[in-house]
């Protein structure tokens, strides 16, 4: 089992800049890469971003290219999702979510490929 708690979220001004985390714990002596979905009212979730266990390869959705910033501390098992000049769109609530079965050097971009998730943070972005 691999618990992952986000933190971070809450309302902001578009143009603005947001950090959120996500804490793993639990089966953390594994590798397994991270990534980031969210889900606006009404929507169905959609894969943001993620990060491979390595750190070297790095995923985005194209809506938020050059916007956004994925991250990972394995020391600490932690992710991070840096999103800048964000737009009222960007308003859902974000989850972060473990990938236990990609290699090292690859992370899913699909929920099904993700075995694990947290419970949610909202970001609401004001125009």
């Known amino acids: 089992q691999v618990q992952l708690v986000e933190s971070g979220g809450r309302l902001v001004q578009a143009g603005g800049s947001l950090r959120l985390s996500c804490a793993a714990s639990g089966r953390t002596l594994r590798s397994f890469a991270m990534g980031w979905f969210r889900q606006a009212p009404g929507k169905e979730r959609e894969f943001v971003a993620a990060i491979s266990w390595t750190g070297g390869s790095l995923y985005y959705v194209d809506s938020v290219k050059g916007r956004f910033t994925v991250s990972r501390d394995n020391a600490k098992y932690w992710a991070y999702l840096q999103m800048n000049s964000l737009k009222p769109e960007d308003t859902a609530v974000y989850y972060c979510?473990?990938?236990?079965?990609?290699?090292?050097?690859?992370?899913?971009?699909?929920?099904?490929?993700?075995?694990?998730w947290g419970q949610g943070t909202q970001v609401t972005v004001s125009s």
């Open positions: 979510a473990a990938d236990i079965r990609s290699p090292p050097a690859v992370a899913g971009t699909k929920e099904y490929e993700y075995d694990y």
